[in-house]
Structure formats: structure tokens, C-alpha cells
């Protein structure tokens, strides 16, 4: 019988690879925690939590057999029972070393200050929203832009004509949206959402790197 960590030691992991539980609709796909780590660090917990059994709600056994394979670098039986394929796959494994990846990128000491300096902006747009008579919006509310729906770090929305607030959700692209980036979440922000908030209008996009503590400034001109 499989041994899990007991309930003091999940909790600590949780505090110490806090995951991160962003989900994003980007072109189809269901995106976790803006990076491979992320998603990782998420899917470690689910799995410790639930035990392993959790993991054919994830995916079919079958593809959990193929990732298994892949991973380790040996061959499966196409045409035989899935009980065999399990049999095969065990006995190649025997002498498997198994290596833990480097999660390190998520540790709470990492993105500590990420939290921190999301935390203060909320603060000081929600100071915001009596001046210029606007609504700040803060990560778990989705801007649904197309068939996408993205939930940025912050979003600022005035009601310009560009879009339309929904009890859950924004339709249109917000006039500003921030992102404080995460380590590992570079590539997204840049090209991924940089591509896509261009393309669908939104008017100003704040790019903050918490470790460098430099900010980049993008505004919409004609288009670009």
C-alpha cells in the first residue's frame, strides 16, 4: 500500500511551495499557474492530497502510461491489455532511480516579493477607483478576450466603449492591465499575453519584475 506525507507535512509544503493556482483559457488550452513549474507545483499537491488514485481524474490511465514511458525513456506495448501494459512498464521501472525536479522557482521565498508588490497595488488602484471614477479589478476576475479568458494580476476598467463588466467576468479588453512577473512566467507575459493584449486593444500594460525591481511601460498607438 502507497505511503503518503502526513497532513503536517503537506501543510509545510504548501508553505513552502506555495502552488500557484492561476488558470487561464489561452488558444484552447487550460493553463496552470502561467509556467511549467507552476503547473507542477499545483499537480504535486493535488496528487500528495488526494493520492495518486486522484490522478485518472487529471487523464485517462492511458496517457499517465505514455507519460510515465516517455519520461523514463523506455518502450510500451501498443496492442497489449492494459494490464499487461502496467506489468511491462513496472518491470522496466524496477531499477528506475527516480530524481525530484528543482521546484525552487516557486518557493515562497521567491515569490514573496511578487505577492507583496501585488498586494500594495491593489491597495493603491482601489485608491484610485474614487478619483478617476473607474473599477480595479484584482487576479481571480477574468477578461474574456474572444474565445480567451486571461486573469492578469490587475486590471483597471473605466468603461470606455472597449468593453462591458459582467458580475464575473470582464467582456473586452480592460484600459490597463498589470502583470507582476513570476519567476518561470517570463516567456508568457512577453510574447503570449504581450501578442494577445496588443491584438484585442488594451491600452496600457504594465510589466513588473519583482527580483530586477524594474517596471516596463507598453501603450497602445495605432494599433501597436
Given at each position: 500500500m502507497a505511503s503518503y506525507p502526513p497532513v503536517s507535512e503537506l501543510?509545510?509544503?504548501?508553505?513552502?511551495?506555495?502552488?500557484?493556482?492561476?488558470?487561464?483559457?489561452?488558444?484552447?488550452?487550460?493553463?496552470?499557474?502561467?509556467?511549467?513549474?507552476?503547473?507542477?507545483?499545483?499537480?504535486?499537491?493535488?496528487?500528495?492530497?488526494?493520492?495518486?488514485?486522484?490522478?485518472?481524474?487529471?487523464?485517462?490511465?492511458?496517457?499517465?502510461?505514455?507519460?510515465?514511458a516517455t519520461a523514463y525513456q523506455v518502450s510500451m506495448p501498443k496492442a497489449e491489455t492494459l494490464d499487461v501494459q502496467i506489468e511491462h512498464l513496472e518491470m522496466q521501472l524496477t531499477d528506475a532511480v527516480f530524481l525530484p525536479e528543482d521546484l525552487q522557482k516557486g518557493s515562497a521565498e521567491k515569490t514573496w516579493s511578487h505577492h507583496r508588490i501585488r498586494q500594495q497595488l491593489t491597495m493603491d488602484?482601489?485608491?484610485?477607483?474614487?478619483?478617476?471614477?473607474g473599477k480595479s479589478l484584482g487576479r481571480d476576475f477574468v477578461?474574456?478576450?474572444?474565445?480567451?479568458?486571461?486573469?492578469?494580476?490587475?486590471?483597471?476598467?473605466?468603461?470606455?466603449?472597449?468593453?462591458?463588466?459582467?458580475?464575473?467576468?470582464?467582456?473586452?479588453?480592460?484600459?490597463?492591465?498589470?502583470?507582476?512577473?513570476?519567476?518561470?512566467?517570463?516567456?508568457s507575459d512577453l510574447t503570449l499575453k504581450y501578442s494577445g493584449y496588443q491584438a484585442t486593444g488594451v491600452q496600457e500594460y504594465w510589466l513588473i519584475y519583482s527580483e530586477t525591481q524594474q517596471v516596463e511601460l507598453y501603450r497602445l498607438i495605432e494599433g501597436q
Open positions: 501543510f509545510d509544503n504548501w508553505l513552502k511551495f506555495k502552488p500557484e493556482s492561476k488558470l487561464e483559457l489561452i488558444d484552447g488550452q487550460l493553463i496552470v499557474g502561467n509556467s511549467l513549474v507552476g503547473s507542477r507545483l499545483l499537480l504535486r499537491q493535488l496528487l500528495q492530497g488526494w493520492s495518486a488514485v486522484a490522478a485518472i481524474s487529471f487523464a485517462p490511465i492511458e496517457t499517465w502510461l505514455d507519460v510515465l488602484l482601489f485608491q484610485l477607483d474614487k478619483k478617476v471614477s477578461m474574456r478576450l474572444g474565445d480567451n479568458g486571461l486573469t492578469p494580476d490587475l486590471l483597471f476598467f473605466k468603461g470606455q466603449g472597449l468593453n462591458q463588466l459582467y458580475e464575473a467576468y470582464l467582456s473586452g479588453p480592460a484600459e490597463l492591465v498589470i502583470e507582476v512577473v513570476m519567476p518561470g512566467h517570463e516567456q
